[in-house]
């Protein structure tokens, strides 16, 4: 898995890219959690995302935020975030030009980045949520949600309730023309301990459906 840098709005980008070997293939971008509690791409969820789609033959692109890791810049309360996830994803479509489609998936600070990056970029036509903190984020941009996705948390997760993400749920089904998946996982705090495993395999479920993989309903 090479690693890459690529330039963003405030300077050097880190990240990790797993490229096709299938022209055409589309591309995935994931997410990392808050950069000032800890997260970067090296985050468990995301390294086990990032496989998850490069084992379905996916472009797969993680990389670290502004002022995480080796990336430069420093922390900019979303907003420089977006932009970096932005830049990531035309330096994905610069190196993959035949690549027709995009997936976002993100865990967390990485899901609120995640959905405001689909909302700018058509080709997006997918994406997963991971314990979007819909209680500390302002969700209503989503207005309406342009892409069919998978938001997935758990019920014993404090950071983000159940309850402001299953508000946040139901807002979005109501849009038409979009399908939207819950999968909530017992027992599963906001960083999934003891239970990334059954996280992945929701996720993994999830996205063999939508690329007709499996004959799932």
Known sequence: MPEVTFTGPA?????????????????AIVL???PQFGGTMNNKIVYDLFYAFAQRGFSALRFNFRGVGRSQGS???????????????????????????CWIAGVSFGAWIGMQLLMRRPEVEGFISVAPPANRFDFSFLAPCPSSGLIVHGDSDRVAPLKDV???????????????????????????DNKTEELITACS?????????????
């Open 205 to 217: 479920t999830y996205l063999d459906k939508r690329l007709g993989l499996t004959d799932a309903a």
């Open 75 to 101: 922390f900019d309360h979303g907003a420089g975030e977006l932009s970096d996830a932005a830049a990531a994803l035309d330096w994905a479509q610069t190196v993959t030009p035949e690549a027709k489609a």
């Open 32 to 34: 990392h959690p808050h």
């Open 166 to 192: 299953e508000t946040l749920v139901s807002k979005l089904k109501t849009q038409r023309g979009i399908v939207i998946e819950q999968n909530v996982i017992e027992g599963a705090n906001h960083f999934f």
């Open 11 to 27: 300077g050097r980008i880190e990240g990790r890219f797993q490229p096709s070997k299938q022209r055409g293939a589309p591309i």
